[in-house]
């Protein structure tokens, strides 16, 4: 196993491990393939599905699919197939596994005013799958034997601690920096998909706000290292540098009427 890894090691640099775009301006060779992160993805949103119950209302999902297609389809990944449900939970969250398996909670939709808003928090999840934030976590705590061992398909163990290492960077939350990224190739998408920006920065002032009333319904993922604050100054100046775009959706009467349904159903969500 180990003259695997050494071997590995030596000639990973020069063989098959592509050389993949994880930033807007920026390629890294990563051990996790595509099908390999796909295969972990897939058994990380399981456990998502086992914790929490999935929201079955054909009118939002559709709607929540086609947003988030029309930003995805501006992501620089396309290996990978975007999905997106509703988790039917009050809390303010969203979630992205590997390979492309989106998550957001109810409640974050029910606090949102429109659909840029709505954009942007998918665009930022779709930002944590195209940077390959978990893929690279995984590699960075697993080291190379482990994954040597996934990559050779030896056990079926392996595959299964990987996917409870993964499950638990999603639960945990992603760095600072990983967090910064995905805001700011969120905000890139969504500029692309005709989306204005300003929904990113509209989102976060909307959590400051249920942060300084229900601190308690900020999950993780949006409570996290960078502040609100933060991160609404990161994506202000991004805005700034921006190229200038006539017309750009913000989408209010609409998300207005597609989410009316779910307002009611997390009645905390809507008081504002
Ligand atoms: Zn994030």
Known sequence: MKWISVILLIFLPFTGCARVQTGLNRTERLLIGTEQEVEIGKSVAKNVEEKYKILNDPAIISYINEVGQQVAAKSF????????????DENINALACPGGFIYIFGGALAAMENEAQLAFVLGHEI???SARHSAKKIQKVLGVTLLARLILKEDDETLCQIVNLATNLLFLGYSRRDEFEADELGVYFVHEANYDPQGGIEFFEILKKIQKREPSRIEVLFSSHPSSSDRIN????QIERLPKKEGLEIGENRFREMTRGLRG???KGSER
């Open 77 to 88: 990944r396309q290996d990978v197939k975007y999905h997106f449900k509703v988790l039917d």
């Open 127 to 129: 930002a944590h799958v």
């Open 265 to 267: 159903r997390y009645q």
């Open 234 to 237: 990161q994506i202000r100046g």
